[in-house]
T-cell receptor
Framework: EAQVTQNPRYLITVTGKKLTVTCSQN?????MSWYRQDPGLGLRQIYY???????DKGDVPEGYKVSRKEKRNFPLILESPSPNQTSLYFC???????????FGAGTRLSVL | AQKITQTQPGMFVQEKEAVTLDCTYD???????LFWYKQPSSGEMIFLIY??????QNATEGRYSLNFQKARKSANLVISASQLGDSAMYFC?????????????????FGQGTILTVHP
């Protein structure tokens, strides 16, 4: 089944404790992206990647890192999480020439 | 820079009626793509419809149509014959065109969303 898989789905952590949210897609898509969703703000793009080893900042990249060493994986790294990074995070992928993005189920992160 | 504005925080519609969700955008790019996504209470993001700025006709997908008015910079979503299952959050989004240069094609901007409630 074609899908974008995020793990974990739910995470509660404490300030400063490094964490990684994984994202994997099995559709051989070139493009992958991370978003955060906050009430009243919609979805805001954190980072995106057009292909392996090609990443670029979205609108809210501060406090986040990403890497794209393999086509299927695009992990989101929070080196030192802070409470303002408490949010719902989505990973998405798409073929470069297509207009549909496929979203993962989301990761709800709480930073205490 | 691109900007998407959805001015309706919430909308109500009677089942079987049509409803229009507003979306206005701002961009200096001569071409761009516009999207609508649905987010039910379960949380997943579901792609609904896409409109390219140079498409001659308004996009339609089943009960969804996009009322694209380029001069007014609006891309409203029209849902015909509303169903209870249409109750959800709806997001409008835009992206630079394929071939925009560099990696800017990957930059996607979303609006704040509109919560639609369908009453029986």
């Amino acid at each position: 089944e074609a899908q974008v898989t995020q793990n974990p789905r739910y995470l509660i952590t404490v300030t400063g404790k490094k964490l990684t949210v994984t994202c994997s897609q099995n559709m051989n898509h070139e493009y992958m992206s991370w978003y955060r969703q906050d009430p009243g703000l919609g979805l805001r793009q954190i980072y995106y990647s057009m292909n392996v080893e090609v990443t670029d900042k979205g609108d809210v990249p501060e406090g986040y890192k990403v890497s794209r060493k393999e086509k299927r994986n695009f992990p989101l790294i929070l080196e030192s999480p802070s409470p303002n990074q408490t949010s719902l995070y989505f990973c998405a992928s798409s073929p470069l020439a297509k207009n549909i993005q496929y979203f993962g189920a989301g990761t709800r992160l709480s930073v205490l | 820079a691109q900007k998407i504005t959805q001015t309706q925080p919430g909308m109500f519609v009677q089942e079987k009626e049509a409803v229009t969700l507003d979306c206005t955008y701002d961009t200096s790019d001569p071409s761009y793509g516009l999207f609508w996504y649905k987010q039910p209470s379960s949380g997943e993001m579901i792609f609904l419809i896409y409109q390219g700025s140079y498409d001659q006709q308004n996009a339609t997908e089943g009960r969804y149509s996009l009322n694209f008015q380029k001069a007014r910079k609006s891309a409203n979503l029209v849902i015909s014959a509303s169903q209870l299952g249409d109750s959800a959050m709806y997001f409008c989004a835009m992206r630079p065109p394929l071939g925009a240069g560099g990696t800017s094609y990957g930059k996607l901007t979303f609006g704040q969303g509109t919560i639609l409630t369908v009453h029986p």
